[in-house]
C-alpha cells in the first residue's frame, strides 16, 4: 500500500478571526480529495475555533509545542494541553523557530519525543540555509537535524517529514523538482539505514518552500515527494489546488 499523499497549511502568525473563518468557510465547501490527508496549523490563538468549525475529517496542528508535560513555561504550550483541546498534530522544528528563536537540534528532538510520548503527531521540518546547500552541506545537515531526532525516538509511525529548504521559504524561489527529488531519496535513503526499511517505506517526506498551484502538480509526481507543507498560499483560495494536486 502506497504512502497517504499529505498536504498542511502553516498559516504562521497571520491571519484574524475574519479571515480565518473564511479560509474554513472555503475548505468546508471545496471539493477536496478524499485520498490526501490534510492538516491546517492556524496559530495559536485560533487553534480552538478551527478545530470548532472545520470539517472532521480536516485536522488541526499547532505551530509548536514545549517539551515538558506543565509548569513554570510562560508562554509555551504543552502536548497534553493540546491534547486536551482536539488538537492532534504540532509543527516541530520550522526554520523561522530554528532560525530567529535558536531552537537546535536537540531542543527539537526533546520537543518531538514529548510530542509522539503525549500522542500527538508531528510535522518535523528540515532544511539546509543558502549557505550551506552552496557548500554542499546540504544532506550532511538535513540529516545531523534526523539523526538527533533518531537519538530519542524508534517509532516513526507518527512523525512526517518536511523538507523545506530555508532559501525557499517565503522567497518565491523554489527547489526545482529535481533538486527536491534529489534530497528527498537521500532523507529516505537514510531512513533505510539509520532506523529501518519499514520506517523508509512507509514515512511520508513532503515538501515545503513557496509550494504554490503553479509548481505543485511537477513536484507530486517525483517518487519521493509524499506531499507538501504549504506557508503563505494556505491563506488563499489555490489552497485547495495544492490539497488536490495529486488527484
Known sequence: MGRQFF?????KMNGTIKSITEIIDHLNSASIDSKTEVVVAPSGIYLLLAREHLRKEIEVASQNVFDKPNGAFTGEISAEQLKDSGIRWTLIGHSERRVILGEDNTFIASKTKTALDAGLK??????????QRESDKTIEVVESQLKAVAEK???WSNIVIAYEPVWAIGTGKVASTEQAQEVHA?????????????????TRIIYGGSVSDKNCKDLAK??????FLVGGASLKPAFVDIINSNA
Open 153 to 155: 525516538i524508534k517509532d
Open 122 to 131: 508531528v510535522i518535523l521540518c528540515i532544511g539546509e540555509t543558502l549557505e
Open 186 to 202: 537521500s532523507i529516505r535513503k537514510w531512513l533505510s539505514s539509520a532506523v529501518s526499511q519499514e520506517a523508509s517505506d512507509a
Open 7 to 11: 498536504v498542511g497549511g502553516n498559516f
Open 222 to 227: 517525483q517518487n519521493d515527494i509524499d506531499g
